[in-house]
């Protein structure tokens, strides 16, 4: 089994992935953590090594074909990223959405090494949109992929007004749902 963990700055992707990973005992994989060590190791911050991609492919097809590689080669993993769901296509796609008010607000004091430190929760708001709209613009460029799109995914959370613990355990119930029906179905037991 294989759950990829799409969505927005700040709405939980890695927490909720490394939660569920543990919960189901599958390993974790973070796709932002090796963009992450990609840019720290080209001296750049992952805002610099994103506008750096919208003029170069290679940013984002590093990563790329390490998921696609991930999807065919390896099972049981949990998978945290933007893309995650279009280059792992045989997987239970999730989404997780939260107000922009919020998401800044969550990691504005969660730093990454590979991010800037922002001034304020609203510049962060703002660096977020950005970043938004900077990740949509080359993954339309390169994959013609919005991942935006909520209709990519077999189920979207809206993380705002939930707590962490919330969202995993919505998400595992309805991975274990998933997973039961279609073991019925195989079994022609339906």
Do not use: C
Not at 68 to 87: A, E, P, Q, W
């Amino acid at each position: 089994m294989i759950i990829t963990i799409s969505g927005m700055p700040g709405s939980g992707k890695t927490t909720v992935a490394r939660m569920i990973a543990d919960q189901l005992g599958l390993e974790h994989v973070s796709m932002g953590a090796l963009r992450g060590r990609l840019a720290i190791e080209r001296g750049m911050t992952i805002q610099e090594l994103n506008d750096l991609g919208e003029r170069e492919a290679w940013t984002d097809k590093e990563i790329d074909d390490h998921q696609t590689k991930l999807g065919k080669t390896k099972d049981n993993f949990v998978i945290d990223g933007r893309t995650s769901y279009h280059f792992i296509p045989n997987s239970i796609k999730v989404y997780l959405k939260v107000s922009t008010d919020v998401g800044a607000k969550r990691i504005f004091n969660a730093v990454r090494p590979d991010e800037e430190k922002s001034s304020s929760v609203e510049e962060l708001k703002q660096k977020n949109i950005d970043r938004t709209a900077s990740d949509k613009r080359r993954y339309k460029k390169y994959y013609d992929i919005d991942p935006t799109n909520q209709t990519n995914y077999d189920l979207v959370i809206d993380t705002t007004t939930k707590t962490i613990d919330q969202v995993t355990n919505q998400i595992v119930e309805f991975v274990r749902k998933k997973v039961h029906s279609e073991k019925l179905i195989a079994n022609h037991k339906v």
